[in-house]
């Protein structure tokens, strides 16, 4: 495949995901943590500060030495925003608005984590070409690391674990692609650091890869690959620790430290059952094709045993991390937020795995269900389901039990709300009155699936015809897109598992 015949291929790809996402996005911010970074993103941009209100971090643990608020998230992410942030607040300023203020804005910067997950397939691509994948193989596996994981329903909520994802993978593909060249080890040691600085743990990454890059280079090389590593990874190390200082006047505090609510040296036994069973945040539950990870690492590890190691210790030692924490379940999550970023580790490898006629089949079956387990995800936007159960009285504080499963309770939310919408789109029941400037406007959209173009729909923003034209155009996009892929990519029958 040609250099220009490749790109074609990842380009293409990732303009079938982007338009595929922006269709099934709710482009609405419910969750404390994308809030933060918009409000971040927002006072950068109207007053070159990168404070966040007081009303919405009031936390003594996050308290400045100058008196004032700050994140404790990554920057990096409230960077991502401001273009997002500007195209909302330009359409705003043409007069067209959907509820209050900052509505518009919030949707575009909610819409912006779309091109994270595009960029992220194309670069899982990438990645499986240069391990040896044949292409349509290649193409076939880095969909299904989307939309067969939670990176689908997080494509288009705001929050920051598809942006630090996109960075580790992108580091882990300049490591690999190297070969001796300087230049390469300098951008996966850049990109592992604006990993870094999206999610600080993502230090851990840094590191594991810089291992791999010493050790898979030729003797002879390095020193030079430690230098080359070293030298891109400061000038992030060095804004991070800078930023840290400038906020809370030491170079190593991001604001953790002093907050009891991640539970640091809980129990590794207790997340790491949570992480692997817990109706709230089970891997297999929420991303059932991760079952099929090991025998597909083993035939990986035959074929490319270096970078299967290296995906082995990126997902592993993040999964170590977050089961030690307290806070395992990630608070309003459509399963296991946190491990999110790493979850490729757990699809790539299944391009090298070849197996018999009966795993083929189940294989394929626990694909397709892993695809309909992020449907109700993507339908229903959890924290509104659990904002309705705090106001039924019921327990939502990352409720263990079954009766907390957001699988189960999107899932019945989906099975309400789509027939209702269905009906109300065709004309066959009223549509709701919702006031646009309601104080509560989230809680108002509550009767309608979590798409943006519905929203607008039932705002009257949009007639029945254009919203429906919107969908029909990203849905043809995304399929056009997806098709022109495929086309350019090589026969090779074992890449989709004939059956």
């Not at 994270?116 to 596996?141: H, K, M, N, P, Q």
């Not at 207790?270 to 929420?286: R, V």
Request: charged share 15%; with cysteine.
């Amino acid at each position: 495949m040609t250099s220009l015949r490749r790109a074609g291929v990842g380009i293409w790809l990732a303009v079938a995901l982007t338009s595929f996402c922006t269709l099934t996005a709710g482009g609405s911010m419910t969750s404390r943590d994308p809030v933060v970074a918009y409000d971040v993103t927002r006072n950068l941009v109207q007053h070159g500060s990168i404070t966040v209100s007081e009303s919405l971090m009031s936390i003594e643990s996050y308290r400045g030495r100058d008196g004032h608020y700050y994140s404790p998230f990554g920057i990096a992410q409230s960077i991502w925003n401001v273009p997002f942030y500007l195209a909302g607040r330009m359409v705003e300023r043409l007069g067209f608005s959907a509820g209050g203020t900052e509505t518009v804005p919030k949707a575009a910067v909610a819409l912006g984590t779309v091109p994270a997950v595009s960029l992220l397939a194309w670069v899982c691509f990438e990645l499986l070409l240069v391990l040896g994948v044949r292409d349509r193989r290649a193409l076939w596996i880095a969909a299904l690391t989307i939309v067969a994981t939670p990176l689908w329903p997080y494509s288009g909520f705001g929050f920051n674990q598809p942006l630090s994802g996109l960075f580790v993978w992108m580091s882990i593909l300049a490591a690999v692609s190297a070969k001796g060249r300087p230049h390469l080890w300098f951008l996966s040691a850049f990109a592992a650091g604006a990993a870094m600085l999206t999610r600080h743990e993502m230090a851990l990454s840094a590191a594991i890869v810089g291992c791999y890059v010493t050790i898979s280079a030729a003797p002879a090389h390095r020193r030079n690959a430690a230098l080359a590593y070293g030298a891109g990874f400061a000038i992030p190390l060095a804004i991070w620790g800078g930023l840290n200082w400038w906020r809370f006047g030491n170079f190593l505090d991001s604001g953790y430290l002093h907050d009891s609510t991640p539970g640091y040296g809980s129990s590794v036994v207790d997340g790491t059952l949570g992480l692997l069973f817990s109706p709230y945040a089970s891997l297999w539950l929420y991303c059932p094709i991760a079952i099929a990870a090991v025998p597909a690492w083993m035939a990986m590890r035959r074929e490319r045993p270096s970078a299967a190691w290296l995906f082995l210790a990126i997902f592993m030692s993040l999964f170590g991390l977050y089961a030690s924490l307290g806070n395992w379940m990630g608070g309003r999550s459509y399963g296991p937020r946190y491990l999110v970023p790493v979850l490729p580790a757990l699809t790539l490898p299944l391009a090298f795995w070849n197996p018999g006629r009966l795993a083929r089949r189940l294989t394929v079956g626990l694909a397709v269900v892993s695809v309909l387990v992020q449907v109700p995800g993507v339908v229903v936007d959890y924290a509104k389901v659990r904002v309705e159960r705090a106001r039924a009285g019921e327990t939502v504080a990352q409720d263990p039990r079954w009766s907390g499963c957001a699988l189960l309770l999107n899932t019945r939310a989906t099975l309400t709300l789509v027939p209702n919408a269905l009906r109300q789109f065709a004309g066959l029941e009223p549509r709701p009155a919702i006031d646009p400037q309601a104080s509560e406007l989230s809680d108002a959209l509550s009767v309608s699936p979590d798409f943006w173009w519905l929203y607008l729909w039932y705002l009257n923003r949009l007639n029945r015809v254009a919203a429906l034209g919107i969908a029909a155009i990203l849905a043809v996009g995304a399929v056009a897109a997806f098709a022109r892929a495929y086309r350019l990519t090589s026969a090779d029958r074992g890449s989709v598992w004939s059956l």
